[in-house]
């Protein structure tokens, strides 16, 4: 799918649009290809009063008042299609696609958070497009993998006819949802617009019966003029407008409608038949724009800017082999879903009246994506709440109605977000969630690991220590530890990595951008950055005590410059005993390492970590081009090499080497690798090591990755030092697990301690 802006503009009228057609020609029924009237149904109430001012239902939250319009209801409809489609057009299988699951639920929420991420934005922008892609590039593995827009997908394929069919049927329950919630006032407006993306305008139109004094958009009517004068010989624009009005002509609104539609005075008798006042004025204040009508006002002055257009997010397929220029189905839904929240927004804006508070439409649909999502296991972005204080007052002082619909929508929302309301109730140092800011997942896990690793957050959050840090200008340093406190020392739940992500993007460019990146890669860079800027701190330190030489004190400090807290925790050695197999000379070589990357056994379906160790560790034979230069026989040579721990670290990180190459293709190793909390390293340590307790490791922290190579998902469940309880970081979701529970077929990196951590000794904490 690809990232497209959708533009919306108001338009006028085009001319044939207003002319009466000689006949009717095919099957008015079966040929139809407009959404039909939703008010003829039988099971829809008619409005028994008339009110002179907009009502509205009282809601506490955006959240709420969206997700009272896109239901399971809504959703249903869709997926119900789809289901029929897969099963080509078979009839039972629609009806079994009826129910619609917990799951799939969310997975339709959480795609359509994704998408919607950029919110809407008034009248025409050059730059949303590029920003958008921008935006949504890094999400294009986690929307393949979503269940919901497989079932989109296959509503494309679907005739133009059957396209309009299943819109009509999702637009028929939002409209239906929307009648229970707002009574508009006496002032109404039919507005038409054009929708147009970047490969040009779309034969789709759509007409909107909006209320002027709000800008809430009553009714929405999409259709195919074309279509329209097949099935009818009234003129487009008269079917369009009784559609619209259909359902208010009791309350004998005053609609104003653009004089593009005078059609020589018709449609004001038809209209006064329906017991409508009609008022053309013209779309353009230009009044050479358009004829002068008999009874045309200049448009009122302070309208609802949203009402003259937008632009919004939308997702097309890349190829379509109809050319996705002549499709149906993909804009209207997404016009739809744009409606959907300029409502809320109108709602929201109505609800906060007096509170001195305003949100710009922009500002407040990128928040209301951010919090669709119902299924906290699912990734989202994620930004500050909507709520204000408004909301507590409402509760108190003003009394919902449509209480039972509500409360089954907070019960399914409490089901939904059990383990987020846990969350809200912890308030433990250091477990706090980082929220996805483009398929961050990589770096979050991978932060969240290093703020479980205490000797290191004790380090930089030591007052001395983040006083060097300004003096030496240490950039990466100075931004993790406010992270670090953040985490530590903040009363949120979860926080945002932004400054960190975009420092680390200034400094290492193949991060920065929103595609797949390795964990265990962006762990080793962001450690010799690190440890680049703390050698500033020590060289710093190292000028400032020579020029106070006291006796012995410069002995060392050529090797204290080089050493960080990072190379102190984290560097390790390794041995290596080279011996020539046709004179046996023995040849002696270290290396040191930071991460050690463990092979899998080929060909099995689980194993143990020591298994991989033990691969690690073998020995192994030089044959061939790998023969090495033996110093005796001065001739390449046969030579086997044996490999030992010299130095253990106090941090030992193991990367399991599930990515490589079968023939051409790239290939994960779904090996399930189990491991213990215990580590015995004295297997695999050289005879110079001494000391047995240096065998001994105890885990604290894992690195899961779900999917394959171009399409996963990092977590990462680590050991809190304070509350001696492991916890799941899923980007901002957290949840506490069992001991148990931390062993997964996922596991891709694994961080073990010599000594198990203690609570640490953060002034303040």
Known sequence: MKAKALSVKECTWMSEESHLLGEVHGDSQRDALCLPNIFRSKKVRPLTRTQTGPAYQVYHTARELLLEVLDRGAVRELIRRAAGVKAGGNHQSREQGADLSEGEYAEALAWFSIVLQSGLTVGQSSSFGSELTFRLDGWQGV??????????????????????????????????????????????????????????????HLALLCDTSSGFICNMYLYCPEQLQRQSRRPVVEQVVRYLLGPFCSQRPLVQLDSSAWIEGRLTDVCSGLGVNIDFVPLLKDPTSSPVRPHQRETPEGSPSHLQGWTGPALFPVSDPKGSEVDLFLPGLWATLHIICINTFVLHTLQIQGSDRQVHLTEFTRALASQLAVDSSI???????????????TRSSKRRTNTSSCHQLRENDQQAFSSAVRLHRWNRPGVCGLDNTGNSCYLNAVLQCLCSTVPLVEHL???????????????????????????????????????????????LPQFNNYSQQDAQELLLYLLNALHDDLRKVAKRQMRSSMRQPRKDQNRNCSTAAESTIVSHLFEGQLSYMTVCMHCDQQAHSTQSFTVLSLPIPADIIKCSIQDCLSLFFEQTILTGGEQMLCSVCELRRESTVLTCL????????????????????????????????????????????????????????????TGNLNMGHYTALCHNALTRTWHCFDDSAVREVQDSLVQSPNTYMLLYSRKPFQKPKISGL
């Open 646 to 705: 010299d130095k253990p670290p106090e941090i030992l990180m193991l990367h399991l080497k599930r990515f490589g190459c079968k023939g051409k293709n790239q290939v994960k190793l779904r090996t399930n690798v189990s491991f213990s909390m215990k580590l015995n390293l004295s297997p695999f340590l050289s005879s110079s090591v001494q000391n047995t307790s240096y065998s001994s490791y105890c885990l604290y922290a894992v690195v899961n990755h």
């Open 143 to 204: 929307l393949k993998r979503n269940s919901f827009q497989t079932s989109l997908l296959s509503l494309t394929r679907l005739e133009d006819g059957e396209k309009l069919e299943a819109l009509s049927a999702f637009c028929s329950h939002i409209t239906r949802r929307y009648q229970a919630l707002y009574t508009p006032g006496h002032n109404l407006a039919v507005k038409k617009y054009s929708l147009s993306y970047q490969q040009g305008a779309c034969s789709l």
């Open 379 to 393: 990734t989202v972005p994620v930004l500050p709440p909507l709520n204000s204080t408004s909301y507590q007052e």
């Open 461 to 507: 959050l030591n007052q001395d220590t983040r006083k060097e840090l300004a003096r030496s200008k240490c950039r990466v340093a100075e931004v993790f530890v406010r992270l670090l406190e953040e985490m530590w020392m903040g009363s949120s739940s979860s926080c945002a990595p932004v400054e960190a992500r975009s420092v680390l993007c200034s400094i």
